[in-house]
């Protein structure tokens, strides 16, 4: 059923480090690669995403990378912050119907 | 705060019992989508409607279903409940259900079978 694969599962890291969760697909119809962070009690809410016509897209501190050939894409966190503790799970979806999501990363900062 | 609103935000019920999860979408917005969301499945979409009609559905349970009003509020029907439906469920919406869009996350409904 798990179209995508995210790991690891948890990580931490200290302030100022730049976690990278990684992603794999399996499905090449997939058109849409979106990056969702949660925290406690709350929905998930878009944080970057990405078509698999380019290869890297960044805003602010954070980016992705997609590798089309291999199906894989990753976020990094660059200078992460205490605050950027939540859950973080990558997503593909074609035609926006049918969202895969990844089982999630819980990421911790220290500060 | 999404603008996707949710309630109840909690709910607890027994087994066999049948409830109704109401969720009204950001205004403007057309399609909205159906989430489970457990410890063992993860996030797992459940249906998604378009301006009243159904337009996908994922692993939606039989016992489940679901309807998009012309004011474009959706409910969530889960009947039969057993303790494995215990679950947090969320509703997005998003402007035209399409490829590329965001879509928006409400604050999600906890269910408790007891």
């Known amino acids: 059923q798990q179209q995508v694969k995210q790991s690891p599962q948890s990580l931490i890291v200290q302030k100022g480090g730049i976690p990278i969760i990684n992603c794999a697909y399996e499905?090449?119809?997939?058109?849409?690669f979106p990056w969702y962070q949660q925290f406690p009690g709350k929905g998930p809410a878009l944080l970057i995403a990405i078509r698999p016509d380019v290869s890297e897209k960044k805003e602010g501190r954070f980016t992705i990378s997609f590798n089309k050939s291999a199906k894989q894409f990753s976020l990094h966190i660059m200078d992460s912050q205490p605050g950027d503790s939540a859950t973080y799970f990558c997503a593909a979806s074609y035609n926006n119907n049918d969202m895969r999501f990844g089982a999630g990363t819980r990421l911790t900062v220290k500060p | 705060d999404s603008g996707v609103t949710q309630t109840p935000k909690h709910l607890i019920t027994a087994t066999g019992q049948r409830v109704t999860l109401r969720c009204s979408p950001r205004s403007g917005d057309l399609s909205v989508y159906w989430y489970q969301q457990s410890l063992d499945q993860g996030l797992q979409f459940l249906i998604q409607y378009y301006n009243g009609e159904e337009r996908a559905k994922g692993n939606i349970l039989e016992r489940f279903s679901a309807q998009q009003f012309p004011d474009l509020h959706s409910e969530l029907n889960l009947s039969s409940l057993e303790l494995g439906d215990s679950a947090l469920y969320f509703c997005a919406s998003s402007v035209d259900g399409l490829g590329g869009e965001t879509q928006y996350f409400g604050p999600g409904t906890r269910l408790l079978v007891l």
């Open positions: 499905n090449t119809a997939f058109d849409y």
